[in-house]
């Protein structure tokens, strides 16, 4: 039996990431993975080919709408060709799995497939349905099972016209009318995709707000800019019944004055969250304890009831991102290793992929003012700047929030060209806990997107902001 210092349960970038780390802190390093290919959700289902549809639909609108302006004629339309688009996404995917296969080879970090769980506090068994039981032993063991979609109690996902953000990955054809239940991430996104190649999209959500986790004020900028482009919303809306036929999905929903109302479509994209996945680990039998969400209860070194069993990712508490999975997986890694890292939760950035796209990090201006924090906020739109005017990309805007006092940085929230980029000066100012003037007084190129964190913190020292 072979016998391991740490294994680690999924291979999502929490996961993969976590026995990287491990194995350059000297550790003997397994990885266990259920389904054939590595890189879990996020890279085969979720964060890469979304971004992939998301940019081949981005083209494509662009070269509709305005390739003209730039002075780019075609003669005759211009036509999707959805398999191509599809196939095209499926090989940056398949590129990027080869990436991970490649680092855990380099790193000697032994890769079983099959699905794993504890036998005791010492030893995982791996159920492989081609290869049979394995059973493997360890010192230290990492759960980073992540999560799988949220289902609606009343409507079965039948994969064909009742679908997840999986499925809308692979449509076979552009719907007509796609119906989409949740305004979070992955609705606007996969909304976003098949509006841009000509769906009637509509948006069906509970809350009274879209990507109600976000600042208000993006929020309500986001939808605005997304009516624009001519996806329907309905707010306050709660969806009680949907049923299929061969070519059709129809959608019962009630508004907040009791009125029915019913939406029809060739699809509807369920994508009302996502919940832990910790299906057959057999954690009970070793003592480990999940909360009422189902998220894995540990302590602030990640480590479960069983001292020597950790947990990671989407299985614990606070946001779903892959970016915070693998901040836990070195975390973790080194905690292992006798070291003493931590995270600062309140600056893990948020982002939303749609375009313009949206980043956040730090507290909202709710949060402040439930938190009975003074501040002062400083804002300033892309449309001021040189570089949107040439890009067309004039929508949105950045702001800064600071304390009336001290002018700390407290949050940050862009949307616009780029936001998912820019969001890291933020980060890396707020890490060192910046001023607004000092970023005020920081010089940044001209012309570029980054000229409107300038001017937001230009806006929020004593309104100075200079091109607005």
Known sequence: MDKFDVVIIGSGPGGYV???R?????????????????????????CIPSKSLLDSSHHFHDAVHNFE??????????????????????????????????????????????????????????DNSSSGVTNITFNNAVIATGSKPTNLPFAKIDKKRIITSTEALNLKEIPKKLIVIGGGVIGLELGQVYSRLGAEVSVVEYSNTITPFMDASISKELMRIFKKQKIKFYLSHKVFQ?????????????DNNGNKVLFEGDYCLVSVGRKPFTENLNISSIGIETNDKGQIKVNDQLQ???NNVYAIGDV????MLAHKAEEEGVMVAEIMAKQKPHINYNLIPNVIYTWPEVASVGKTEKQLTDNGVEYKKGQFPFRALGRSRASMDTDGFVKILADKKTDEILG???IGARAADLIAEAVTAMEFRASAEDISRMSHSHPTYAEAIKE?????????????
């Open 456 to 468: 937001a913190a230009l806006a929020a020292t004593q309104d100075r902001a200079l091109h607005i």
């Open 22 to 46: 491990c194995s350059q802190l000297g550790m003997k390093t397994a990885i266990i993975e259920k389904y054939n290919s590595l890189g879990g959700t996020c890279l085969n289902v979720g």
């Open 412 to 414: 940050v929230h862009i």
């Open 69 to 126: 302006s730039h002075g780019i004629n075609f003669e005759g339309n211009v036509i999707v060709n959805l398999e191509k688009m599809i196939s095209r996404k499926q090989n940056v995917v398949d590129q990027t799995v080869k990436g991970i296969d490649f680092l855990m080879n380099k790193n000697k970090i032994k890769v079983y497939h099959g699905t794993g769980s504890f036998v005791d506090s010492c030893t995982i068994k791996i």
């Open 242 to 254: 949907i049923s299929t036929s061969e070519d059709n999905v129809s959608v019962q929903a009630e």
């Open 18 to 20: 976590c026995a990287i």
């Open 304 to 306: 479960t009831s069983c």
């Open 316 to 319: 614990i508490k606070g946001p």
